[in-house]
């Protein structure tokens, strides 16, 4: 198992920024793609940031030119900053990571999940 280690969320006003942090525990775990989902009470869990092996990167949308996603590989740790947050940013923000591990198996993995809140 990979534990993904979400940090960074919390209460903003409109207008501000925050910066979300996910660490992956397992060096053993090739990691292919690292991406940012959020969920919203009564809605379904939505992309909102992916970045695969490369560099490669894309966006939902409604956050592009607001958040950035990026990745420190040393460290197995992707970052998603949010910039212009926005009161429909409110969410809770989940990490996923897809990646093979050294053994040949492949996996797909969830963090806990972070609350961003933004005020009007």
């Known amino acids: 198992q990979v534990q993904l280690v979400e940090s960074g969320g919390g209460l903003v006003r409109a207008g501000g920024s925050l910066r979300l942090s996910c660490a992956a525990s397992r060096s053993d775990f090739s990691i292919n793609a690292m991406a940012w989902y959020r969920q919203a009470p009564g809605k379904q869990r939505e992309l909102v940031a992916r970045?695969?092996?490369?560099?490669?990167?894309n966006y939902a949308d409604s956050v592009k030119g607001r958040f950035t996603i990026s990745r420190d590989n040393a460290k197995n740790t992707v970052y998603l900053q949010m910039n212009s947050l926005k009161p429909e940013d409110t969410a809770v923000y989940y990490c996923?990571?897809?990646?093979?591990?050294?053994?040949?198996?492949?996996?797909?993995?969830w963090g806990q999940g972070t609350q961003v809140t933004v005020s009007s």
């Open positions: 996923n990571a897809a990646g093979v591990w050294s053994t040949g198996g492949i996996g797909n993995y």
């Open positions: 970045i695969i092996s490369g560099g490669y990167t």
